[in-house]
C-alpha cells in the first residue's frame, strides 16, 4: 500500500453539498432574462396556437397517424381529440 493510499479513510464519508442558495441564483437570472413584459398565459397561447398550426390540413394519411399516435398516448389529446379540435365522433 502506498503512502497515498494510507491517508484515505477505510470506511466512505458522508458528503453534502446544500445547492439551496445557487438554485435562488438560477431562478433570479432566469426571470430576470425573461423580462417584466414575460406573459406566461400569453405565451401557453402562443405554444396552442402554434400546435393548431402544426397539425392543421393534414392528408388523409397524416391524420390516420396523428389519430393512430392519439390513441396509443403518444400525442395529448386536445379539444375534441383532433386537430383543432373538431372531432366528428364528439
Not at 12 to 23: A, K, M, Y
Not at 48 to 54: F, M, R, V
Not at 77 to 84: E, K, L
Amino acid at each position: 500500500m502506498s503512502d497515498k493510499d494510507a491517508s484515505r479513510p477505510a470506511e466512505p464519508v458522508e458528503f453534502s453539498v446544500d445547492l439551496t442558495g445557487h438554485e435562488l441564483t438560477r431562478r433570479a437570472h432566469v426571470m430576470a432574462a425573461l423580462g417584466d413584459d414575460w406573459d406566461p398565459v400569453e405565451m401557453v397561447r402562443g405554444e396552442e396556437e402554434a400546435y393548431d398550426l402544426l397539425y392543421s390540413g393534414l392528408d388523409p394519411e397524416q391524420q390516420r397517424l396523428y389519430d393512430t399516435l392519439l390513441a396509443a398516448g403518444v400525442l395529448p389529446r386536445r379539444g375534441g381529440g383532433r386537430p383543432g379540435g373538431d372531432d366528428p365522433a364528439a
